[in-house]
């Protein structure tokens, strides 16, 4: 299998009441996702990586206000547009649904598991 860019879609708030430790787990475990990509031979990508430090420089306030909306979702749905598949994982998002539903209209690869993923 050639290398591939995949980008990780996980839950980030959802489920967590917007609780930091809930939140911080959530990405925790798309980063343990995104390193066993890597070491795959992939190029994993997490929309949190791109949104978060501009969410931070736009002058963000918390999570849901005006400059987390304008830029937190629309990363994610920019960057599945140039990878190769998505990696949906962990439990209910209606956001990391959005970003399969999106790679599977951009003609993308979907997986379900790292186990599905051959090595590069």
Sequence with gaps: ?????????GPYRS?????????????????????RLFRAGHLPVMGEWYALPLIEHAGSAGIG???FN???HP?????????????????????ADEM????????????YSLDEIQPA
């Design 65 to 67: 206000d005006a400059a």
């Design 100 to 111: 399969v539903a999106l790679a599977r209209g951009h003609g993308k690869a979907v997986y």
């Design 75 to 95: 990363i994610s749905r920019r960057l599945v547009a140039k990878c190769d598949g998505c990696l949906r994982m962990g439990g209910p998002s209606a956001g």
């Design 1 to 9: 299998m050639a290398s591939q860019m995949i980008l990780v879609a």
């Design 70 to 72: 304008e830029i937190f």
């Design 15 to 35: 489920g967590t009441n917007d609780d930091p430790a809930l939140i911080a787990a959530n990405v925790a475990a798309m980063t343990e996702a995104s390193l």
